[in-house]
Nanobody, 124 residues
């Protein structure tokens, strides 16, 4: 099973930046795509950004487009999320996830492995 470990969360003021990293290991079957999700208390888990490993195709949630950047460093086996111009509404637990399957990368059910999450808190 793939092991995912997130890091980089924390507390920042509105307008600040954070970089999340997700180190993945124990990959025994090919990964189709990887993504970042977030979940605030009382809300459903929502897709933030995702990337297809085969062609590098990237998609963003409209709420973060232009502020967040997803990237993958294959040499370091990490998936990163650079978050700039953070807003209080970005406050949530952030998770990275991988999927071996094809399908809509915005659906949490389409991912089979998840990290433990890292908290991001943005104050106004």
């Amino acid at each position: 099973q793939v092991l995912l470990v997130e890091s980089g969360g924390g507390s920042v003021q509105s307008g600040g930046s954070l970089k999340l990293s997700c180190e993945y290991s124990k990959v025994t079957t090919p990964i189709n795509h990887m993504g970042w999700f977030r979940q605030a208390p009382g809300n459903e888990r929502e897709a933030v950004a995702n990337i297809y490993l085969s062609n590098g195709d990237i998609k963003y949630n409209g709420a973060v487009k232009g502020r967040f950047t997803i990237s993958r460093d294959s040499a370091k086996s990490t998936l990163n999320l650079q978050m700039n111009s953070l807003k209080p509404e970005d406050t949530a637990m952030y998770f990275c996830a991988t999927s071996r399957w094809a399908g809509n990368p915005n659906y949490p059910n389409n991912y089979d492995m998840w990290g433990q999450g890292t908290q991001v808190t943005v104050s106004s």
